[in-house]
Structures are given as C-alpha cells and as structure tokens.
C-alpha cells in the first residue's frame, strides 16, 4: 500500500513548520529577545498546529516534543555562544581555553572536564598567574564533536579563554566515583520526570477523545508519581524542578488508535535535522536519508477530535 503525493506533501510541510518555528524562535532567544520559557511555548505552540507531538532520532530513541525542542534551543544556543568565545579568542591571538567543572557530569564528558585544551591542535605545558605549569592538549583529541561528549547535545559545560601567565584555572577537580554517582542519580530522576510528563501527557489526550474517566485515572497517576519524585529527591537532596513535570497540552487535533485508544504519537527529525521517522494519521512513513524511498504501512485506523 503507498500514500498518495499528498500524504507526502503533507508530511514535508510538517517537517518544514516545526523547522521553521525552531528556527525562528531560537533566533529570537539568542538575540536576547526573548527567554527560553518563552522561545518553547512559541515553538511547540506552532509545532502543534502542524500536527507534530514528538520526535524520533537517528539511533531511534523517541522525543516528547517539548524535551526535544528544549534540547535543541539549549544545544544550538550553547553552541553560538561557544563559537563566540572561539572567535574572540582567536581574535586575541590565543590558541587556549580552559574548559568548566561540575560534580554529576556524564561520561563522555567526565575525563575532560575542568582542563586546558588547544583550538589549534597544538599540546604542550603553560603556566597560569601563580607559576603554576599545566599540561594542555588539542581539544579534538577530547570526545568534542561527539553527541553525548564534550560540548555536545545537552551538555553544560563551556570554554573560557586561558592566557598564559595572566590567567588562573578556577575549575575544580571533583572525585570519578561521586561524579558517576551524582550522574546516576540525575538519569533516575529524568526517568522519573519522563514518566510524569507522559502521563500527564496521556491523560489530556484521553480528556481531548472524551474518556474523562480514563483521563481522570492517568491524572491521579501523575499525582502519585510526582509526590514520589519529590520524596525522591528530599531523601537524595536533589532539587526538584516542577517545570520538567508538566507536559504540554495539544493545542489541535490529537489523534487515537481505535484498537488501543492510546495517542498515535507524530514523530519527526533526527538531531542531524533530516527525517528518519514519521507517523502521520495512522501512515508509517520510514525515510531512508533525504527521503528519496518512502514506503508507506497501514496503521492501527484512526479516528481525529479537535481539542476545545
């Protein structure tokens, strides 16, 4: 069975609005005009009217859409700032930087923390203001460029121009096993935040199909599972963070398998920015890179309400 050109069509101006929207608006937050609260609610409102609610990546792992268009905004806008902090240095004649430190930090990141690195490919020994004598390397030899490594998706860590004899390393080293402790601990409590947010997520989605009962017990879900995130995280000493719990409300139409009455999830994009994955009213649409093969499966039939 195969799709007409309109389901296709369909499909690429999905594609080309949430684009377009993250585009926009990530401008706009690294312009400074407007603040990240704000940049993704302007973003997933608009992706919503296109009919996107999720996302799939290259290695297959689905996004909820207001996870994934948090990563991205946060990336891409690390990343301006990053290539700045590279430029200027550059234009200061200074081929070095010093990288930052914080406890929990994630594996691909963890050994390269809180260190001094070459942006020209050089390595060698330099010493701060105090005389102190530190090794440095070219940052390529590090996990830079990797997605979960050095600068790379999600990560928060960021360079500092480093001059030798004028410049101090004010990063600290933190102990390898309370750092892969402390990161153990941050991916249970994403887990958890997931969990919520899905079920959240669910439950609008039954309310919008008009099983209040149904959306009534997925809400009282949520509701035992947030109160065991926060008791979670008081006997861990963690923060909880409420925003990472609420999910967001389709603003149109929400579509449903009638088999399952579960939500027929729209995905859409990789991290490289070409489709790999896409449902779309009740279409499975497997992209082989720059969609030059579609083929098209039948899904579970679908029925469509508009959200009030």
């Not at 701060?128 to 999600?154: Q, R, V």
Request: neutral net charge.
């Amino acid at each position: 069975m195969f799709g007409s050109v309109n389901d296709v069509a369909k499909v690429m101006r999905q594609l080309q609005t949430a684009q377009e929207a993250l585009n926009t608006d990530t401008g706009r937050l690294i312009q400074g005009e407007t603040t990240l609260r704000q940049a993704i609610a302007s973003t997933l409102g608009r992706i919503a009217e296109g009919g996107l609610t999720g996302f799939v990546d290259r290695a297959g792992r689905k996004w909820e859409a207001e996870a994934y268009v948090r990563m991205d905004m946060k990336t891409t806008t690390a990343n301006t700032a990053r290539e700045a902090v590279f430029e200027r240095n550059s234009d200061y004649g200074n081929n070095l930087i010093m990288v930052s430190s914080h406890p929990g930090a994630r594996p691909g990141c963890e050994p390269w923390q809180g260190r001094i690195y070459s942006t020209d490919g050089s390595s060698g020994t330099v010493e701060d203001l105090h005389g102190k004598t530190y090794e440095y390397i070219p940052l390529g030899d590090t996990s830079y460029g990797e997605p979960a490594g050095l600068f790379g998706i999600n990560c928060g860590h960021f360079p500092s121009p480093f001059f030798a004899g004028r410049s101090v390393m004010r990063w600290p080293e933190y102990d390898h096993e309370e750092t892969a402790r402390l990161y153990k601990e941050s991916q249970e409590q994403r887990y958890m935040e997931r969990k919520i947010r899905k079920e959240k997520t669910k439950a609008d989605a039954l309310e919008a199909a008009g099983d209040a009962q149904g959306a009534k017990a997925a809400r009282k879900r949520a509701r035992e599972m947030n109160a065991e995130l926060k008791a979670w995280c008081a006997e861990k000493g963690r923060v909880y963070f409420p925003e990472r719990t609420r999910a967001v409300k389709p603003a149109t139409e929400v579509g449903f398998a009638s088999t399952t009455n579960e939500p027929a999830i729209i995905h859409y994009s990789s991290i490289a920015r070409d489709a790999s994955e896409v449902f779309v009213t009740g279409l499975s649409i497997s992209d082989v890179h720059e969609l030059r093969a579609i083929a098209y499966e039948p899904r579970a039939k679908l029925r469509t309400t508009e959200r009030a």
